[in-house]
């Protein structure tokens, strides 16, 4: 809900019936689209071993997806064709229009990967990509002598 402490104009503009619902959705966090493509949603974290990237991806089989690694980035691309009934009369259409769907999503990585173990798997909707850290990306315990 939009709240104005400040006195002055944007009182009026914050009394308005819609003002909340619009700042909202002005400010709310959604997937980036461009020429009509969307990139999906992702999460990416680490632990000592490897980084984790997580995406949605509903409606995408493996073979729709095309995963690659270049230096220290990650790109994820997928394409998927939806068909439509001609004689259907959309009310509200947000998921996709008829034909192909494509996006490509590339991440840079902040740490070497050991490119021959990545693994990536989808499930229920949603890619993991699981990147294994290269040795010299992991902690080391360095001991400590006396002199």
């Known amino acids: 809900m939009l709240t104005c ?9 914050a009394a308005m019936p819609d003002a909340s619902r619009m700042m909202d959705s002005f400010f709310a966090t959604t997937p980036s689209t461009t020429a009509g493509r969307l990139f999906p ?15 949605e991806l ?3 089989a493996l073979e ?4 690659s690694t270049l230096g220290n980035e990650v790109t994820i691309a997928g394409t998927r064709t939806e068909t439509a009934p001609e004689e259907a009369t959309f009310h509200r ?6 034909g192909a769907s494509q996006f490509k999503r590339t991440l840079r990585i902040g ?3 050991e490119v021959e173990k990545v693994l990536a798997k989808l499930e229920r909707g949603v890619l993991t990509i699981t990147l294994p850290k290269a040795e ?5 315990r360095i001991q400590v002598k006396a002199a």
Do not use: C
Not at 5 to 13: L, T
Not at 41 to 55: G, R, S
Not at 64 to 67: A, E, P, T
Not at 136 to 140: G, I, S, V
């Open 58 to 60: 509903p409606g995408y």
């Open 41 to 55: 949603a992702v999460n990416v974290w680490e632990d000592e071993q490897a980084l984790y990237i997580e995406a």
């Open 5 to 13: 402490r400040v006195p002055g104009m944007f009182n009026e503009f």
């Open 111 to 113: 740490v070497p990967i």
């Open 136 to 140: 010299a990306a992991k902690p080391r």
């Open 64 to 67: 729709d997806l095309d995963i």
């Open 93 to 98: 259409r947000e998921r996709m229009t008829s």
